[in-house]
């Protein structure tokens, strides 16, 4: 069992920060890479960042020069700092994570609950 644990949502003004994190846990063997989607209300599910355990990194144009990814690979735990926010960047932002486990070899894509940003005056 893997299990993605986010956090650092909530609500924040135009032009203000927010850091989310997630946590991977369980039984884990490999984490490959792990990254950030969101889902704005009424829309389909965007990729907005990834990075992977060497460190190479791609983001979305949309959020390049404000959102900085990172991953402490000790912690298998990504973080997605967001300054400069929009109130287009309000979204259920998603954690997403590839990796191997214990039990079977096979590359495998987890997701995270969900946390929500809100960016509004």
């Known amino acids: 069992q893997v299990q993605l644990v986010e956090s650092g949502g909530g609500l924040v003004q135009p032009g203000g920060s927010l850091r989310l994190s997630c946590a991977a846990s369980?039984?884990?063997?490999?984490?490959?890479?792990m990254g950030w989607y969101r889902q704005a209300p009424g829309k389909e599910r965007d990729w907005v960042a990834t990075?992977?355990?060497?460190?190479?990194?791609n983001y979305a144009d949309s959020v390049k020069g404000r959102f900085t990814i990172s991953l402490d690979n000790g912690k298998n735990t990504v973080y997605l700092q967001m300054n400069s926010l929009k109130p287009e960047d309000r979204a259920v932002y998603y954690c997403?994570?590839?990796?191997?486990?214990?039990?079977?070899?096979?590359?495998?894509?987890?997701w995270g609950q969900g946390t929500q940003v809100t960016v509004s005056s």
């Open positions: 997403n994570a590839q990796l191997i486990t214990l039990s079977s070899p096979l590359l495998t894509n987890y």
């Open positions: 990075i992977t355990n060497a460190g190479y990194t």
């Open positions: 369980g039984s884990i063997f490999r984490v490959n890479g």
